[in-house]
Each structure stands twice: as C-alpha cells, then as structure tokens.
C-alpha cells in the first residue's frame, strides 16, 4: 500500500509527519495483511480542525471537528478479494485534525506524534472496513487491532484507564 501524504498548516513543521505516517502503515501493514497489497492507495491530509469541521459538516452531517475522519472507497469484501497483479486501487482518504490531536495528546500525555500514528492506524482501520460502531464486538476487534499495530511502535495502550 502506498501513503500519499499532504501537510498543511497548523501542523508544525519540526516534525516529519510524513514519517510518523509511513510507520503507522507499516505497523499496521503486520496486523492487517490486507493493507499490505501493492495495489492499494490511500490518501491522508494532516489538516486543521476548521477543515475538518467543513468535511465533517458535509459529508457526514455532523457541524463539529473531530480527530480523524476516513472517507472509503473499496468495501471490506472488495479489498479482500483485491489481487495483488493489476491497476492501482484507491482505498480511501483520510483527514487528520491538528488542533483536536493536540489537545487530545496533551489530554492523555503522550506525544502528539504517538496520538497522530494511533489516530492514522484507527483511519485507515477504517478505510479497510473495520468500524467500532456497528457493535461493541467490532469495537473491540478494532481496538485490538489498533492496539496491536502501536505495540509494534512502541506505543502503549490508549484504551487502559
């Protein structure tokens, strides 16, 4: 799978965000075979939460930022049908808020890089069909996904406590 990654304002320019993203992927790549297809692409946009809020606004008829918001393309069926031979495959797009990651991060004292690498890893989780609100045990498939891929960063468990 392969990242296309846009950087915009506010998020800080002392951080290779870029970076943060493609190891988030391949961490995620070692839970989630199916993300590992050369075929797939994915889009992730580092955001404000202003541009979040209008995304949010529009396409999902909520008038407020979030954290993360994932817009998929392929069904859960379809990725996993996907040969890995052929044309170029659009999973999705991703929009990354940096005011609310900031504060989320400050929030629970971790580091802004290691709430943006889980909140990549939940968004594109998402793009591969898995979806924590359809019932409390795909919550916790997500989850244990989610908490999988951040032990291989070397990230704890931002579901204890």
């Known amino acids: 799978m392969h990242l296309e990654t846009d950087i915009e304002a506010p998020w800080p320019a002392g951080t290779d965000w870029s970076d943060v993203a493609e190891r988030a992927l391949e961490a995620l790549r070692r839970v989630a075979p199916e993300l590992a297809n050369p075929r797939l692409t994915a889009s992730l946009l580092f955001t404000s939460d202003e541009e979040v809020h209008v995304l949010n606004r529009e396409w999902r008829g909520k008038d407020k930022p979030t954290n993360v918001l994932s817009f998929p393309m392929l069904e859960r069926a379809e990725l996993l049908d996907l040969a890995s031979e052929g044309p170029p495959e659009m999973l999705g797009d991703i929009a990354l808020a940096h005011e609310t990651c900031a504060r989320e991060a400050a929030e629970k004292g971790i580091s ?16 591969a069909g898995h979806d924590h609100e359809i019932s409390p045990e795909d919550a916790d498939a997500m989850e244990a996904l989610e908490t999988k891929a951040l032990a291989l960063l070397g990230i704890g468990n931002p579901y204890d406590g």
Request: charged share 5%; no cysteine; aromatic share 0%.
């Open 112 to 127: 802004a890089q290691d709430h943006a690498a889980h909140l990549i890893i939940h968004g594109l989780l998402h793009l």
